[in-house]
């Protein structure tokens, strides 16, 4: 009996020892929390190094807004003239760089989707034939820039002969009228050359009936008069062959024509010939895919780009009559062949020249 109640002690003594209370619990609880995180933890939160990353960007680039704010209101307090000419180019510089976001996306939809050029949509189509444009000129200023130097040259070129070098993005609104107009009045110049060739060709013709009609029609342009619709698809057999189709122009007339498209003159027959029907080609295309749009669907500035394209001096005139003339030339275009392109090419000159308000 003894010895069991000293057995029955020690078990009650070592139980109550293996059993610690609550707060011995508790206790190491939290040194085995402490040692399994290395210490306590702060009360402060510490954030990850990606969110201090992206905290320094964002403080960074808060700081740059507020410094180029603060430029840009001295550049125009203190420099004027100079500030425009730099608000121009950023800006410039900006749509230059979307222009081309979306050159690439409608190219690379070309080439994934297998889409030909004419099977695009009009403003896809007008897009890429700018752009086209647009880049040709500024490669034109990457080949003289790379020079040692010779860049702060081409920056002094830039400002003095802005219309020359410069795209229309870079261009000021008062520049783009003036520059319009200049462009207008350099093409216009080769019209009467172009008319009095026309006149010349008229023994030519071996159709009596077709005789007649070009008379009539060179008449009523000399008088002033703006021609209708009829009085120029009557002559679409003339412009087929000779002697006025295509492949039948001489170089002096193609070199008037290059003029009155806003195209260098300054190349062989050969080049000059094909230059012609490929820009006209595109040109007919074009009224294809804006046909199918409707002209209703244009804004006013497309409409205005659309007209100053085919000849005529869109700046000064109202959005209606641009419209109206627009409406006439689509008829025209979609009314030709392919072999009558000739005609289309001919018809900036016919259908622009006496059109109201263009004879300033």
């Not at 078990?11 to 040194?31: C, D, E, F, K, N």
């Not at 000159?349 to 300033?360: A, E, F, H, Q």
């Amino acid at each position: 009996m003894a010895l069991s109640r000293v057995c029955w002690s020690r078990t009650a003594l070592w139980g109550s020892a293996a059993t610690p209370g609550p707060y011995v619990t508790r206790r190491l609880q939290l040194v085995r929390s402490g040692l399994d995180w290395g210490g306590p933890r702060s009360s402060k939160l510490h954030l990850s190094p990606k969110a201090d990353v992206k905290s320094l960007i964002s403080y960074v680039v808060t700081k740059t807004k507020v410094i180029n704010g603060k430029y840009h209101r001295f550049l125009g307090r203190n420099f004027p003239r100079f500030y425009v000419l730099y608000t121009t180019f950023m800006k410039g510089l900006q749509m230059l760089w979307a222009d081309a976001k979306k050159a690439r996306r409608i190219k690379a939809n070309m080439w994934n989707h297998n889409i030909k050029f004419h099977q695009l949509s009009y403003r896809e189509m007008e897009h890429l034939r700018q752009f086209r444009r647009d880049i040709t000129k500024c490669f034109f200023l990457g080949i003289v820039s790379i020079p040692p130097f010779a860049n702060y040259l081409v920056f002094l070129l830039m400002y003095l002969f802005p219309r020359q070098l410069l795209i229309k993005h870079f261009w000021t609104p008062k520049q783009q009228t003036d520059f319009l107009d200049i462009y207008h009045t350099l093409r216009k110049q080769s019209h009467p050359e172009i008319l009095c060739y026309l006149e010349k060709i008229i023994p030519l013709i071996s159709d009596v009936g077709l005789q007649w009609h070009m008379t009539e029609l060179c008449t009523k342009i000399q008088r002033g008069t703006h021609p209708a619709i009829h009085d120029i698809l009557a002559l679409r057999e003339c412009f087929s062959n000779h002697p006025l189709g295509m492949n039948q122009l001489p170089g002096f007339q193609m070199k008037a024509l290059s003029r009155a498209m806003l195209l260098t003159p300054y190349l062989p027959s050969l080049l000059l010939r094909h230059r012609l029907k490929a820009h006209t080609t595109v040109i007919h295309q074009l009224d294809k895919a804006l046909a199918k749009l409707g002209i209703a669907q244009l804004t006013a500035q497309e409409v205005k780009s659309a007209c100053y394209l085919r000849g005529l001096n869109s700046t000064h005139i109202a959005e209606e009559r641009c419209r109206t003339w627009l409406g006439e030339w689509l008829q025209i275009s979609c009314s030709l062949k392919e072999a009558e392109l000739s005609l289309l090419l001919h018809n900036v000159v016919l259908l622009s020249t006496n059109y109201i308000g263009t004879r300033r």
